[in-house]
């Protein structure tokens, strides 16, 4: 069964990104999208996204390429009579996707070539259960189930002897957590606050060889707690936004991490009949590189929600920018698309509850 989940997990992050920092600690960390932004919570709402990604990594003297395409995220919400709400999402938490290829040693007699390729991630299903208070105030309380797993692949070459090796390590993760959030809207102005608290997370790691094949080890950590605010502001046409999250890590004797943390500022201007959309934030990663450097990602971007009539929107954007560690710089730039759904089963002002 193990097996078997893992295989269905590969397949449906076959398509994934690579970053060759995304072999640090757990993966690159994914924020859930309402530690983003602000959505509506008065309507019925579906979306899809997906993302397609550019990326050359280069430590000054050689890069490498990869360009790859997965899916993003799922979203639904739907406003219940009280003025409650219930929220479903499904997202990528950590993408460990990764590819390292180096000589690892030369002689006169050979040359030792070593590639370490990684594949999968950890994913996230979130439940929310939000209330308002006279569409004024609300709070709200979720869980979260993460899951997931990742095949490493290391292939040792002796180029003079045609001679490889290959070992594989496949890791199962499964954990929970529990977060919650609260927020105010006072004319143009909405804000909100937010903490996440994750509860163990269990990793289990497999080793195969063309000898062997066995569960060799079994670990848990704890991942890092987030938290954070978004303020956002709306003025006739154009829309501002600033979102701040902070990565508090735990004792961990798996992994090392650090502080991590991500601003990002959003704006909006209404077009007719579409929407303009511009980003610019920056991340300082919640891991360091292996000699002790931090990893830090500056990006801007920039995109439009296309109205598609009587059901709600199409979404597109671009962005790009740059990841260093140590003596590694990454530049990468991103295609997001995706679609949706308001109001799909007609078109209505909520009313329940008074």
Known sequence: MRKLIALIFLLSSALSAYSIFNSRGLGGYNPPAEFLQIQPRHQTRLGVGFLSEYVYATDGTGGQRAFQIRPESF??????????????????????????????????????????????GIEGLRLSLDKSFYDKVYVGVGYERLFGGAWERWESEVVELTETTVDSLLYHFGGNGVWGMAGFKLGPVEMRGFYAHPFGLAVSTEVQTTRDSAIVDSASCIPPAELGGIITCSAKRLELGLAYIQQVPADSTLFSFVPGHIIQANAGYRFDPFILTGKAGWKNWYVETASGSPVSDIYVGIGARIPIKAYGYGKLEISGGLREGGDISEYHVELRAGLEFTEIWGKRERMWGG
Not at 79 to 99: I, M, S
């Open 75 to 120: 979203q639904f919400y739907f406003p219940l009579p009280w003025r409650f709400g219930l929220g479903v999402q499904v997202t990528e938490r950590f993408n460990l996707d990764y590819y390292v290829e180096s000589d690892s040693a030369r002689s006169s007699d050979y040359t030792l070539i070593r590639r370490v390729k990684s594949r999968g």
